[in-house]
């Protein structure tokens, strides 16, 4: 079945500082999306990207799609307290979306 | 907005017991889901529904059913709780249209002693 990939498990930086999470699916997929996952929260979805290359940005967040369409990144500039959290990629299988193990994201302030 | 609740945001069964978690969305979603997770592991499928009286397994069956008998609401089932099954319970709906964004309500922790 498919895999979904993600690194880092784990990233503490200091506020201020980049931070960048990376997904990598086995299969080619035909869109990939990312959420957030408060600490005690819920996932939330962020974004969904389905074109090859595609770059979309939401503030200070960046998403890529490679241009295979099997990996992807999020890239937050200038981290903020507010971003702690752990993000998920997800990718489409039949039905069902196949999510990353997530990246947590702690930012020291 | 969407509006997926659970039932119940903690809860606390012994070994053996009967335990239902229940799921409820607002947005007439085709599509329902369970997800348990766990640190380290993601997000993981127990079973979906795609439809009323339909099901699906997903990654991880074993030991749970689900029940869905109205569009709106999608139960998850542990007919005998064991410790192994400690953990926070997710649910999800979406539509059964291209978009595959899941909406998530707050999730169940459950602790089983």
């Known amino acids: 079945g498919q895999q979904v990939m993600q690194i880092p498990q784990y990233q503490h930086v200091q506020e201020g500082e980049d931070f960048t999470t990376y997904c990598n699916s086995s299969?080619?997929?035909?869109?990939i999306q990312w959420y957030k996952q408060r600490p005690g929260g819920h996932p939330v979805f962020l974004i969904q990207?389905?074109?090859?290359?595609e770059v979309k940005k939401q503030k200070r967040l960046t998403f890529q799609f490679g241009e295979a369409k099997k990996n992807s990144s999020l890239h937050i500039t200038a981290t903020q307290t507010t971003d702690v959290g752990t993000y998920f990629c997800a990718g489409p299988w039949g039905n069902k979306l196949v999510f990353g193990a997530g990246t947590i994201l702690r930012v020291k302030s | 907005d969407v509006k997926v609740t659970q039932s119940s945001r903690y809860l606390v069964k012994r070994t053996g017991e009967k335990v239902f978690l229940e799921c409820v969305q607002d947005?007439?979603?085709?599509?329902m889901f369970w997800y348990r997770q766990d640190p380290g592991l993601g997000l993981r499928l127990i079973y979906f529904?795609?439809?009323?009286?339909?099901?699906e397994k997903g990654d991880i069956p074993e030991g749970y059913s689900v029940s869905r008998e109205k569009k709106e609401r999608f139960s998850l089932i542990l007919e005998s709780a064991s410790t192994n099954q400690t953990s926070m319970y997710l649910c999800?709906?979406?539509?059964?249209?291209?978009?595959?964004?899941?909406?998530f309500g707050p999730g169940t922790r459950l602790t089983v002693t």
């Open positions: 299969t080619t997929l035909s869109n």
């Open positions: 947005m007439d979603h085709e599509n």
């Open positions: 990207l389905v074109k090859s290359g």
């Open positions: 529904s795609y439809d009323v009286k339909m099901k």
């Open positions: 999800a709906s979406r539509t059964g249209t291209e978009s595959y964004e899941q909406y």
